[in-house]
């Protein structure tokens, strides 16, 4: 768990809530089989409300999304406190969110979104731990 202030950890609490709801909805979605370009936007969201709430508690603002998660990378990947394996299905929630804007492309298979959604419940426990949100 790390070391954060009362303040930081309502903060991390209140990411966690929207991004568990952001999880809930992306599962609603596919099993009501809805398009999977809305699935993988709540589904990226699901990873970045975790990212916001880390950095905050360590007191780096809120930037442009990339930033954000080049400084989590950089904070909690690089150090060991996220494995690397839930960083990747970050990144990819990441790379797929603009791309899948365009249903017509089809980028994702059903597939990839339902491993996503794995990683992303392993990403929102993991991080809970570290703020005390269990």
Same mark, same amino acid.
Not at 100 to 113: A, F, G, W
């Given at each position: 768990m790390m070391n954060i202030t009362r303040s930081e950890q309502e903060y991390a609490r209140f990411k966690l809530a929207q991004a568990r709801e952001a999880l809930e909805y992306a599962h609603g979605l596919l099993a009501d089989k809805g398009?999977?370009?809305?699935?993988?936007?709540?589904?990226?969201? %699901?990873?970045?409300?975790?990212?916001? %709430?880390?950095?905050?508690?360590?007191?780096?603002?809120?930037?442009?999304?990339?930033?954000?998660?080049?400084?989590?990378?950089?904070?909690?990947?690089?150090?060991?406190?996220?494995?690397?394996r839930l960083f990747h299905a970050l990144q990819r929630a990441f790379e797929l969110k603009p791309k899948?804007?365009?249903?017509?492309?089809?980028?994702?298979?059903?597939?990839?979104?339902e491993a996503l959604l794995v990683e992303a419940s392993g990403f929102l426990s993991a991080v809970g731990r570290m703020v005390g949100d269990r």
């Open positions: 398009e999977l370009n809305y699935v993988v936007n709540s589904l990226y969201y %699901a990873f970045y409300y975790p990212v916001l %709430a880390l950095l905050h508690a360590r007191g780096i603002p809120a930037a442009m999304q990339s930033v954000s998660i080049a400084l989590f990378e950089k904070e909690f990947v690089k150090t060991g406190m996220i494995e690397q899948c804007s365009v249903p017509q492309l089809n980028i994702v298979s059903r597939h990839e979104v």
